[in-house]
């Protein structure tokens, strides 16, 4: 029996409606204030015969009705036509024409340190479209054994392929190419033992991270969408103050982004073309991926991250919906530049919830596409808005969360981590700013109290800003200076957690207070809201313990002149965000005799 239409009675969300391409186009075109995303979120989760009733698009008798009895019509949601999309095309087994003489020329380096990024650069040919002509890969016979690097057209007749080394020795490679003259060119290069870097940055102990030379990695991270869509002055200042601040991770997206505050066009963009004239979704533009290259390699001087967003649904440009041919080609295209970059993480997507047009299968697709083109095996996750993805599935290396409460975010952690078996990254766990939308005007005192939560729970929170400030310079999107109350009070904790003989793991010490640590050497206690004016313990009389209060706000550490034992009271100054590190004397390199760095 074929199936019955829905009959739209009005009362529906709005949202709901918005998630089946046919009733978001009939939506957008009665009401074209949906085209934005913001206003979409804003009014998302009202009737939509309530958001139709209010819109200045049908303000004429009868427009309300139009519009519902255009979509009683409609066929059940996800039965209706999806637009015309590129087809899936087969590359040509011989892509160089007659009469083109020998071999592609070729350089490289010859001496590589370990973390080294390797590049190798092909002097092509340039007939046709490369960028969906040719198949480039570069076998490399390693220490190790083989990887297979993908190559990228860079325009010009330039072919690139690059792979970040990590083992030290002899290292073989042969290219492999429908194109004849890209075929079969070989060459030899060694790795020194010595390193150039710590390194790509990987899971490790299950909850934690690491980079690759073994050095524990603790994120520290911050969220700027757009920064390096704003200009040369815009991004150089936002690079300044990166440097001075306690940041070692940075959220960032390729597409530029269309969203309240972040209304401005960028100089250039990743396809070939224009707003007004339309992009080539088959010929990408290399002056775009070098500049966001350029800022990538200045993170990684810095010492800071890259966790890359490849996709979002702030767009106004058409790059959220390019259907799966595009999408899959720019998946392959971005990590082939990308991927020989140390300092890079994936995000599959920023707030993935909100992409109607993507499925399930969809972004399983693009993971797959993502770890068969990265040989570094970078860590990746995917970000979401309303809903969680399921962390748990194998090719997810850490969860990256965002907030499912107004109030509660960091003291779920613990619960996470048990849930999904990995590192719990909160990425955002809301912003410091002073915006309508409460997703962004929380206190620095509250952001500093989340992360607090969140690191004494096992896991790592996320910082950003949404101050209003001039020319909608939100640090949250565009970079610029910062300007809020919590980044000093962030890189307090920094230090507490680097400082800690370990990564920090929750301890069931007490029912009313979350404390991590390793018993019987380390516990660290965080109040919170709570303003105790004393604590009382009880703990093995075998072991002393040095004592410091450790005023989270006010950026004090006070190491107390008498170590504890056994049973004691430790005097508190009876204010919230405070909290107390307990560290063994035998485990305390000056012996308890000297205070902490400040």
Same mark, same amino acid.
């Given at each position: 029996?074929?199936?019955?239409?829905?009959?739209?009675?009005?009362?529906?969300?709005?949202?709901?409606?918005?998630?089946?391409?046919?009733?978001?186009?009939?939506?957008?075109?009665?009401?074209?204030?949906?085209?934005?995303?913001?206003?979409?979120?804003?009014?998302?989760?009202?009737?939509?015969?309530?958001?139709?009733?209010?819109?200045?698009?049908?303000?004429?008798?009868?427009?309300?009705?139009?519009?519902?009895?255009?979509?009683?019509?409609?066929?059940?949601?996800?039965?209706?036509?999806?637009?015309?999309?590129?087809?899936?095309?087969?590359?040509?087994?011989?892509?160089?024409?007659?009469?083109?003489?020998?071999?592609?020329?070729?350089?490289?380096?010859?001496?590589?340190?370990?973390?080294?990024?390797?590049?190798?650069?092909?002097?092509?040919?340039?007939?046709?479209?490369?960028?969906? %002509?040719?198949?480039?890969?570069?076998?490399?016979?390693?220490?190790?054994?083989?990887?297979?690097?993908?190559?990228?057209?860079?325009?010009?007749?330039?072919?690139?392929?690059?792979?970040?080394?990590?083992?030290?020795?002899?290292?073989?490679?042969?290219?492999?190419?429908?194109?004849?003259?890209?075929?079969?060119?070989?060459?030899?290069?060694?790795?020194?033992?010595?390193?150039?870097?710590?390194?790509?940055?990987?899971?490790?102990?299950?909850?934690? @991270?690491?980079?690759?030379?073994?050095?524990?990695?603790?994120?520290?991270?911050?969220?700027?969408?757009?920064?390096?869509?704003?200009?040369?002055?815009?991004?150089?200042?936002?690079?300044?103050?990166?440097?001075?601040?306690?940041?070692?991770?940075?959220?960032?997206? #390729? @597409?530029?982004?269309?969203?309240?505050?972040?209304?401005?066009?960028?100089?250039?963009?990743?396809?070939?073309?224009?707003?007004?004239?339309?992009?080539?979704?088959?010929?990408?533009?290399?002056?775009?991926?070098?500049?966001?290259?350029?800022?990538?390699?200045?993170?990684?001087?810095?010492?800071?991250?890259?966790?890359?967003?490849?996709?979002?649904?702030?767009?106004?440009?058409?790059?959220?919906?390019?259907?799966?041919?595009?999408?899959?080609?720019?998946?392959?295209?971005?990590?082939?530049?990308?991927?020989?970059?140390?300092?890079?993480?994936?995000?599959?997507?920023?707030?993935?919830?909100?992409?109607?047009?993507?499925?399930?299968?969809?972004?399983?697709?693009?993971?797959?596409?993502?770890?068969?083109?990265?040989?570094?095996?970078?860590?990746?996750?995917?970000?979401?808005?309303?809903?969680?993805?399921?962390?748990?599935?194998?090719?997810?290396?850490?969860?990256?969360?965002?907030?499912?409460?107004?109030?509660?975010?960091?003291?779920?952690?613990?619960?996470?981590?048990?849930?999904?078996?990995?590192?719990?990254?909160?990425?955002?766990?809301?912003?410091?700013?002073?915006?309508?939308?409460?997703?962004?005007?929380?206190?620095?005192?509250?952001?500093?109290?989340?992360?607090?939560?969140?690191? #004494?729970?096992?896991?790592?929170?996320?910082?950003? %800003?949404?101050?209003?400030?001039?020319?909608?310079?939100?640090?949250?999107?565009?970079?610029?200076?910062?300007?809020?109350?919590?980044?000093?009070?962030?890189?307090?904790?920094?230090?507490?957690?680097?400082?800690?003989?370990?990564?920090?793991?929750?301890?069931?010490?007490?029912?009313?207070?979350?404390?991590?640590?390793?018993?019987?050497?380390?516990?660290?206690?965080?109040?919170?809201?709570?303003?105790?004016?004393?604590?009382? @313990?009880?703990?093995?009389?075998?072991?002393?313990?040095?004592?410091?209060?450790?005023?989270?706000?006010?950026?004090?550490?006070?190491?107390?002149?008498?170590?504890?034992?056994?049973?004691?009271?430790?005097?508190?100054?009876?204010?919230?965000?405070?909290?107390?590190?307990?560290?063994?004397?035998?485990?305390?390199?000056?012996?308890?005799?000297?205070?902490?760095?400040?």
């Amino acid at each position: 029996m074929p199936p019955t239409a829905i009959t739209y009675t009005g009362d529906e969300t709005l949202g709901a409606l918005l998630k089946d391409a046919g009733a978001r186009a009939v939506l957008e075109r009665h009401m074209p204030e949906l085209g934005d995303l913001s206003t979409r979120l804003q009014l998302g989760g009202h009737p939509v015969r309530l958001v139709a009733r209010t819109s200045p698009a049908l303000r004429e008798p009868g427009a309300v009705d139009a519009l519902l009895d255009e979509l009683s019509s409609l066929p059940i949601p996800g039965n209706s036509p999806s637009p015309p999309r590129e087809a899936a095309h087969q590359v040509s087994a011989e892509y160089d024409v007659d009469g083109v003489p020998g071999s592609a020329s070729m350089r490289h380096q010859r001496r590589l340190r370990r973390f080294e990024r390797l590049e190798i650069e092909f002097n092509g040919p340039q007939h046709g479209n490369p960028f969906v %002509e040719v198949d480039l890969v570069v076998h490399i016979d390693t220490p190790r054994g083989r990887v297979d690097v993908p190559g990228f057209y860079d325009g010009d007749g330039v072919y690139r392929a690059r792979y970040l080394v990590e083992h030290a020795g002899e290292h073989r490679f042969e290219s492999e190419s429908n194109a004849r003259t890209l075929n079969g060119i070989w060459g030899v290069f060694d790795v020194d033992a010595t390193a150039a870097g710590r390194g790509p940055v990987r899971v490790h102990d299950r909850f934690h @991270f690491a980079s690759a030379d073994g050095r524990r990695f603790v994120p520290v991270g911050t969220t700027a969408y757009a920064w390096t869509h704003q200009g040369d002055a815009l991004e150089q200042r936002t690079l300044a103050a990166l440097a001075g601040s306690p940041f070692n991770k940075i959220r960032m997206c #390729v @597409f530029p982004k269309s969203y309240a505050f972040n209304e401005n066009e960028p100089e250039v963009y990743p396809f070939v073309g224009s707003p007004e004239g339309g992009f080539d979704l088959q010929r990408f533009d290399p002056r775009y991926w070098a500049h966001l290259e350029q800022r990538i390699t200045e993170l990684g001087r810095l010492g800071i991250e890259a966790d890359v967003i490849l996709f979002h649904p702030y767009d106004r440009w058409g790059f959220a919906d390019m259907g799966a041919v595009a999408d899959d080609r720019y998946l392959r295209y971005a990590v082939a530049r990308l991927a020989g970059f140390a300092n890079v993480w994936w995000s599959l997507a920023n707030e993935y919830d909100l992409m109607p047009t993507k499925t399930e299968a969809d972004w399983e697709r693009f993971a797959g596409i993502v770890r068969e083109n990265d040989p570094t095996r970078h860590l990746i996750s995917i970000h979401n808005c309303f809903e969680f993805y399921d962390y748990g599935r194998e090719w997810i290396t850490h969860a990256s969360v965002q907030r499912r409460d107004i109030y509660k975010t960091a003291e779920m952690t613990d619960e996470w981590r048990d849930a999904w078996g990995k590192p719990v990254v909160i990425d955002e766990c809301a912003y410091e700013g002073d915006i309508d939308q409460g997703w962004g005007n929380i206190t620095g005192q509250e952001m500093v109290r989340r992360f607090w939560e969140g690191a #004494v729970r096992g896991g790592y929170v996320g910082h950003g %800003e949404t101050y209003l400030r001039e020319n909608d310079e939100l640090w949250w999107s565009k970079g610029g200076e910062l300007v809020g109350s919590s980044p000093d009070r962030i890189a307090l904790l920094r230090r507490v957690m680097e400082d800690a003989p370990a990564a920090l793991e929750p301890v069931a010490h007490d029912w009313d207070i979350p404390s991590a640590g390793i018993p019987g050497r380390y516990m660290l206690f965080y109040y919170g809201f709570n303003q105790p004016r004393f604590r009382r @313990f009880l703990w093995d009389p075998d072991v002393a313990y040095t004592v410091d209060v450790i005023d989270t706000w006010n950026m004090t550490i006070e190491r107390l002149p008498e170590p504890v034992r056994g049973r004691f009271t430790i005097e508190l100054p009876g204010r919230p965000y405070m909290a107390l590190r307990f560290q063994a004397i035998d485990a305390d390199s000056d012996g308890g005799q000297n205070p902490p760095r400040r």
